[in-house]
Structures are given as C-alpha cells and as structure tokens.
C-alpha cells in the first residue's frame, strides 16, 4: 500500500515556500520604498530569516531546488536573446573583450590560489570561477538604470553570455574532477570511472569531453528549435489557448534542464539551451512574456537563500579575513576588468563603469564551491571566507556599479575639454549625421547609425545628460546646436542629416531662416508628443512625426534610414532586432512593435 502523505509532510513541504514568498514581497516592497536595490533587500532578508538570524527557515532540498531554479529561468531567458545575428554584430565582445576579461580575472586568480598550496585542477576551477560576474546581478542593475541598450549594458550583456556558456563548460569540468566520488554521470565521469578505475582525467581530456557533450546537446537544442517547438508553438497559437501555451512553456524548460542533467551535464546548460531553441522561432516574446514572472520570482528565492548561506556570526569572527577575500576580489576585478576593456579600445570612462559594473562574483562561483571534489580539495576556513567573500560582493554589487558609475562620469567632467575635442576630431564628418541632444530618442538614433556604419556627430548642451552619454559609451561634443558656428565645426555643410532629440520650437524657428540659407540640403527630422507640436514644427521644414511606438521615437529613426538610402529589408531587420535589443530585462515585452504571433499564424489558418 503506497505511504499517506501526511498533513506534517504538506506542512513540511509548503513552509519553506510559503517564507520565502512572503518576506520575498515584504522585502520587494520595503526596498522600494527606501530607494534600495532589490537584491541587497533579498539578501539581508535571506541572513534575518535563516538558520543564523531568527531560525525562520532552513537551508534544505527545498529551498535549494527553488534557488536554482531562479537560475534556471534565467539562462532560459539569456538563451531566447541569442540569435545568430546578436552573435555576429557581438562578435568583438565576445572574441575580445569577454575572453580579456576572464582570462585576466582567472587566471590571476587561479594562479594566488595554487600558490598558497591548493592543486592546480582545483585552483583552476576555482580561479575561473571567481573570474566569473553574476548574470542575476548584473541584469537586474541594467534594467534598474536602463541601461540595457546603451553600449555599456550591449557589451555587459555579451560578456555576460559568454561567461555562462563559459560556467556551463566550467560546471562540467568541475563535476569531472572528483570522478566516481563526486557521483559524475556524464560521459568525462563515465570514462574516469570505468576506463582509470577512479583516477581523475587529464585536465585536456576532461575539457575536451565537456566540450564535445555540451557541442552535441547544443546541435540538439538547433534541430528541436526548428522540427519540434516551433510546430508546437504553432499549434497552440492557432488553437489560442493560453494556459497550454504557458503550460508547455514550463514543461520544456524544465524538461530540458533535466534532460542534460541526467546526462551529466547541468540543469542551467538545458535552460540556456531551450531558451537557445526558442530564440529562432516567432513565438519568442510570447514565450518571455509568460515566462518573466516566474523568472523574477524564482530569482528573488535565489538571493535570499545567498542570504540564507551567509553565517553572520561566522562572518564576524573571520571579519578581517573576509573583508580582506571581498575587497581583494572587487578590487582586482575592477582592476583587471579595467585594463581588459582599454585593451579592447574602451575610454576610461566606459572602462571604468564596466570594469565596476562586472566586479562582483558570480552564483555559478556557488554552485562550482559546493561540488565534491572543491569542497575536498579546499581547506575549511578558505572556502568559508571565499563563500562568504562573494556574498558579501553579491550584496555590495549594486552600490560598487554605482560607484563605478559616478567615478566615470567624474572622469569626464574632469577631462572635459579633452574629451570633447578627442570626439570631435575622431569623428568621421564624411557626411555624417548630426544628433542634437542624447535623450532616449538621440540615443536610439546613434545605435541605428552605428549599426548601419553611418557615420555620425553628437552633441549635447545639459551637462549632466552629456557626462551620463559618455559614460554610459557614446561619443559626444558638448555644445549647444542653437549655434551656427557649431553647426559648422560638426560639419553642418556636409551633414546629410540632423536629428533633433530635444524639440525646443523656439530655437528651432529662430534657427530655421538661417539653416536653410547655409545649409540648404540638411534633412531635419523630429519627434514630438502633441498634434499642436506636430503641425508647427511641419510648418518649418521639419520632417516631424508622432510618438507613438516603443521605443521611443523608432518612427522617425526609420524614415532617417529610409531617407538616408537603407533598403527597406535591412531597415525591417534592424527594426525587429531593435525592438529584442530593447525588451531584454523590460517587465512588459508585449508591447514590442511586432505583430503578435498569435494573431500572425490565425491570419495564415484562416
């Protein structure tokens, strides 16, 4: 007769969720209210409720299970947002600057660990990891300063990408080390257990079998993107019926996560996988837009059981020590990323605010620490301060961005002058573009530019705005366009275009008489809010239109190209890659410009 299962049991079981979901909202609502990054909410709330705060709830199966599972959804997440096409316009991130940045980070940091006596495989997969920065972290600071589409956020998020698929490969390896011991499943423990009676394999040989593994479930997840999901998806779309759609969203998910589990790999590789297999077919922004709320939901539960992880008393007694492994570990990866971005031709803004932003540790660090054969390999009190160390990384993220943030901005208000003219002489002013003004809408236009190679002047009168653009990655001269003489040192002769990002109608009228006497065939366009706005700056010359998509001011940016000779099929893929670009980390992708896949494949049943 099969086991009862208890009220105790339920009890037992719902508990652990039940805390978590209520002091997770609590603490959502609390860190707003005190303007207080969501993470470290998540996190101080996970230290007041665990086992060494007020004993609420216990680390368990449980609360680890919902903790990876925010992970999980995460790499689902990451994997729908790469394309082909991210990966070849991303090529010299992730050829350059990504591989800079870990190699740098790593290996240094592999290289102190085997000299305080740790073996070289350990150190390795240790060091690689603390090379590693939090996707979670990370993501969540891009979106809270929207910053996901500026050149610091493309450039973070490729490194990022490239460092989960690097973790997965990392993941694979650790779990090879400790071969029948550690229990490895896959094909590197197979071998190690059967073929070396134990004995661990060869780093090259561990490395290459991983990769061959995680090769063949990427090929895998290509073929079940093309024959399987999208006919399913297809299907459920004619049908339109939502709870099945969201229903077998979450069956492949965690199908695929535990399918490469089961082979030995791990269940963020399927994640990321099925979210790869997602990502070619139409259905991608329905599928993110059921998906995003178990995704932030589950990534609260991760941080607070971070939370749960740090011992307080623990931490204060080893203090120095760990103050000691976190500071050293900021440091050198502020230090290192820094150097890793001027080597890949960043300013020393932008290479100061991304070095900041990437210098925390990272989750997978957690999951390679917890695996047998680094627990095994690693003394106690070192593994508890690096544990502890990247926590305390994790919680102080959000507040060493900002840092890294005003630290770059104070670059460029120093530099000033400097800055201004390096732009404007490495300008190209082979009839470029002319943007006036770095709001949303001047910063959209400059990634349409760039992503077409045409070349382009930008300027901005607000100092702030100005400091905060160049930071953040773009080239700009300060100055205020109401100038002529400005207008002509940007090369408003031989401009072909000019974009006005902040329609001011009375410098623009004043303006007007002389521009068109000078510059005859300056093309002027501009976006405004109202119809009154609409007609009077019409009345100018002006080609003005109506904001009305997301993102802001996209009509007018794709008449420019049009205007400016773009085919009208690049300018249709741009415009759909755009609008990705733009929903990453956004909490309503639905509102994209593109059609509803839905209603697309009812249209062609019918």
């Avoid at 599972?69 to 096409?85: A, E, Q, T, W």
């Avoid at 073929?223 to 492949?252: D, M, Q, S, V």
């Avoid at 100092?463 to 773009?474: F, I």
Wanted: net charge negative; glycine share 8%.
């Amino acid at each position: 007769m099969a086991a009862e299962f208890t009220p105790v049991q339920a009890v037992d079981a719902l508990v652990p969720a039940i805390t978590l979901l209520g002091f997770g909202a609590a603490s959502a609502l609390v860190s707003r209210a005190a303007r207080l990054s969501p993470i470290v909410g998540y996190l101080i709330v996970g230290i007041l409720i665990g086992p060494h705060g007020l004993h609420l709830i216990q680390e368990s199966q449980a609360t680890h299970l919902l903790a990876e599972l925010g992970v999980v959804f995460l790499l689902f997440d990451i994997g729908m947002h790469v394309s082909m096409r991210e990966l070849k316009e991303s090529r010299r991130d992730l050829l350059g600057l990504a591989p800079a940045h870990l190699m740098l980070t790593g290996l240094i940091s592999a290289g102190a660990l085997w000299m305080i006596g740790i073996a070289w495989p350990i150190a390795l997969a240790v060091g690689l990891s603390l090379g590693l920065s939090s996707t979670a972290v990370v993501a969540r600071i891009l979106t809270e300063r929207e910053q996901n589409s500026c050149p610091i956020g493309r450039s973070a998020t490729h490194v990022l990408i490239f460092q989960d698929m690097v973790a997965i490969f990392l993941m694979i390896y650790a779990t090879s080390l400790g071969g029948a011991e550690t229990g490895a499943s896959g094909l590197a423990g197979l071998i190690s257990t059967r073929l070396l009676s134990g004995a661990d394999l060869p780093l090259a040989v561990s490395l290459g079998l991983s990769l061959v593994q995680a090769g063949l479930a990427f090929v895998a997840a290509i073929l079940a993107g093309k024959y399987l999901i999208n006919p399913i998806f297809r299907t459920l779309a004619i049908i339109r019926n939502e709870e099945a759609f969201t229903a077998f969203t979450l069956l492949f998910v965690l199908a695929a996560a535990c399918a490469t589990a089961m082979t030995g790999l791990s269940l963020t590789l399927g994640a990321f996988l099925a979210g790869l297999a997602v990502s070619g077919t139409p259905y991608r922004h329905e599928v993110q837009t059921e998906m995003a709320p178990f995704r932030s939901l589950l990534l609260s539960f991760f941080f607070i059981s971070v939370g749960l992880s740090i011992d307080v008393s623990a931490l204060l007694r080893n203090l120095p020590l760990v103050l000691l492994a976190a500071g050293g570990l900021l440091g050198l990866k502020t230090a290192l990323g820094f150097v890793a971005a001027r080597l890949n031709g960043w300013s020393v803004p932008g290479a100061t605010q991304m070095a900041f932003l990437l210098a925390q540790g990272s989750e997978f660090t957690l999951v390679v620490l917890s695996l047998g054969a680094i627990v095994t390999g690693m003394p106690g009190p070192l593994m508890s301060s690096v544990v502890a160390a990247i926590a305390l990384s994790l919680a102080l993220a959000p507040v060493w961005a900002g840092l890294g943030g005003r630290l770059s901005r104070e670059i460029v208000r120093r530099t000033h002058k400097e800055a201004a003219d390096a732009v404007s002489s490495d300008s190209p002013l082979d009839r470029p573009v002319i943007i006036v003004g770095m709001t949303q809408i001047g910063r959209l236009t400059v990634d349409a530019l760039k992503d077409h190679d045409i070349p382009y002047v930008a300027t901005e009168f607000d100092p702030d705005r100005m400091l905060s653009a160049v930071a953040d990655g773009y080239r700009v001269s300060f100055g205020d366009a109401a100038n002529m003489k400005l207008i002509e040192a940007l090369g408003g002769a031989k401009a072909r275009a000019m974009v006005i990002g902040i329609p001011r109608f009375e410098v623009s009228q004043s303006v007007t008489p002389m521009v068109m006497r000078r510059f005859p065939d300056l093309i002027r366009f501009v976006t405004v809010d109202t119809p009154e706005e609409m007609e009077r700056f019409s009345a100018l010359g002006i080609r003005t239109h109506f904001a009305i998509g997301e993102p802001r001011g996209i009509e007018m940016v794709i008449d420019m190209l049009t205007t400016l000779g773009i085919p009208e099929d690049r300018v249709s893929a741009w415009l759909s890659h755009v609008t990705e670009r733009y929903a990453i980390g956004e909490a309503k992708p639905e509102e994209d410009d593109e059609p509803d896949p839905l209603e697309t494949d009812l249209e062609q049943a019918a």
